[in-house]
């Protein structure tokens, strides 16, 4: 597709249940990165992935989290036992190469509500 | 560690008027900087970025930031805005070293308003 592309839009989940979200990136693009954004605050990383290899996992804020890319395209973050503190945007984005510089290219994000 | 401080969380300012939103950073490693802006119900999306070479850096819609090392800031600044700017304004870092460690670091936003 044109663009990076994330599913679902909006996920209301009830507390201490399992989601998945699924992201789309830009044909070709090499590195893939999820960031977590709460309601008026800047995105915080959470996870990369050069192809199919997860390099860095750092953000990730508990075991509950998981994220996988295994054919170094499409990708899913899945949030175990969803929490009340887990509510946010997830916002995936791709770039073309491993070069520090080249730009990264956004998704429209998911909406995640936990009730 | 890399952090970003975004000096105003919301911007009002009046059509045609010149804007500059505030962008300072901390790091004890060169970086590579980059605006980014958010409209309503919309992705990210790259305004400008400052890798190396002139300072000051000319993005998208007649945006434009400049590099000052010295005071550690990127401030992103527009001659005259649009109603079409009124958008959340994010500032963000990366380590240009990066290894295995290439995510942002962002600012926690600046809201710019454009009032007729």
């Known amino acids: 597709g044109a663009g990076v592309s994330q599913s679902p839009r909006y996920k209301v989940a009830k507390r201490g249940q399992d989601v998945a979200l699924r992201c789309d990136p830009i044909?070709?693009?090499?590195?893939l990165f999820w960031y977590q954004q709460a309601l008026g605050q800047g995105p915080e990383f959470l996870t990369y992935f050069q192809n199919e290899a997860q390099l860095d996992k750092s953000g990730l804020p508990s075991d509950r989290f998981f994220a996988e890319r295994p054919e170094g395209s499409v990708s899913t973050l899945k949030i175990q036992r969803t929490q009340q503190e887990d509510s946010a945007v997830y916002l995936c984005a791709s770039s073309p190469g491993g070069g520090s510089g080249t730009e990264a290219f956004f998704g429209q994000g998911t909406r995640l509500t936990v009730v | 560690a890399q952090s970003v401080t975004q000096l105003d969380s919301q911007v009002p300012v009046f059509e045609e008027a010149p804007v500059e939103l505030r962008c300072n950073y901390s790091s004890s490693v060169s970086v590579y900087l980059f605006w980014y802006v958010q409209y309503p119900n919309q992705g990210l999306q790259l305004l400008l970025k400052?890798?190396?070479?002139s300072t000051l850096v000319k993005g998208i819609n007649g945006f434009e930031a400049e590099f000052n090392k010295s005071q550690t800031s990127f401030h992103l600044r527009k001659p005259s805005v649009h109603i079409s700017d009124t958008a959340e304004y994010f500032c963000?870092?990366?380590?240009?070293?990066?290894?295995?460690?290439?995510?942002?670091?962002w600012g926690l936003g600046t809201s710019l308003a454009v009032n007729p």
């Open positions: 044909s070709g693009h090499v590195s």
């Open positions: 963000a870092v990366r380590k240009q070293r990066a290894g295995n460690n290439r995510k942002l670091i």
């Open positions: 400052y890798l190396s070479g």
